[in-house]
């Protein structure tokens, strides 16, 4: 079945850069995105890539997808302590348009 | 903008009681989910709708039924609750198709069994 795999935690220094990584499963994924939750608070989409795009930036956001691999991930420059929160992936089933949600990735932030 | 509306925000449950978790959603959309969300597991789903008067089972459908009473409503209950059942559970809803497939959510709502 589809499947979206990521790690549970990450942290970075102040000022650095994250990278957040995710793998997927379904070959069929059309679209891929990165949604983030805050505290207390429900998801909200960051960013989304096209399945035929390898590479999309937006401001302080970088998105690379290696279509072959099925490997996705997420780059934060200049990391703030507002970044910190859980990152999820999520791709939608080819074969029944489901979203599908990795596990999220807890970003911490160290001053 | 409401968005995706759901209630209530908090509830405790004593194990065996039943409860309704209500979630609307003013944007037309077709697909409708809930899910649950524990520590270390991430999001879950639990049930979706495609489409007005379609449900489908998610990943851990065990002790909930749900019920897509018009486009707008998803709702969740819970027959006997369980403390397994204790969570954060999200609503959300979407377009089926790309490329509005943005998903959108609700606050969520954290329910404790004791």
């Known amino acids: 079945g589809e499947d979206v795999e990521q790690s549970l935690f990450l942290s970075v220094r102040e000022g650095d850069s994250s990278v957040i990584n995710c793998t997927y499963t379904?070959?069929?994924?059309?679209?891929l995105y990165w949604y983030k939750q805050e505290p207390g608070a429900g998801l909200q989409l960051l960013t989304y890539?096209?399945?035929?795009?390898d590479m999309k930036q937006d401001q302080r956001l970088t998105v690379l997808l290696n279509k072959k691999d099925k490997h996705l991930s997420l780059r934060i420059a200049d990391t703030q302590t507002g970044d910190s929160a859980i990152y999820f992936c999520?791709?939608?089933?080819?074969?029944?348009?489901?979203?599908?949600f990795g596990k999220g990735t807890r970003l911490h932030i160290l001053p | 903008n409401a968005g995706v509306t759901q209630t209530p925000k908090f509830q405790v449950l004593k194990t065996g009681q039943s409860m309704t978790l209500q979630c609307a959603q003013d944007?037309?959309?077709?697909?409708m989910y809930w899910y649950r969300q524990d520590p270390g597991m991430g999001l879950r789903l639990i049930y979706y709708?495609?489409?007005?008067?379609?449900?489908d089972k998610g990943e851990v459908p065990n002790g909930y039924n749900v019920s897509r009473l018009n486009k707008r409503e998803f709702s969740l209950r819970l027959e006997s609750a369980a403390p397994s059942q204790t969570s954060v559970y999200f609503c959300?809803?979407?377009?089926?198709?790309?490329?509005?497939?943005?998903?959108?959510f609700g606050q969520g709502t954290r329910l404790t069994v004791v």
């Open positions: 959300a809803s979407s377009e089926a198709l790309p490329p509005s497939t943005e998903a959108f």
């Open positions: 379904d070959s069929s994924s059309t679209y």
């Open positions: 890539i096209f399945s035929n795009m």
């Open positions: 999520a791709e939608i089933s080819g074969r029944d348009d489901k979203i599908i």
């Open positions: 944007m037309n959309h077709n697909s």
């Open positions: 709708s495609a489409s007005e008067g379609t449900t």
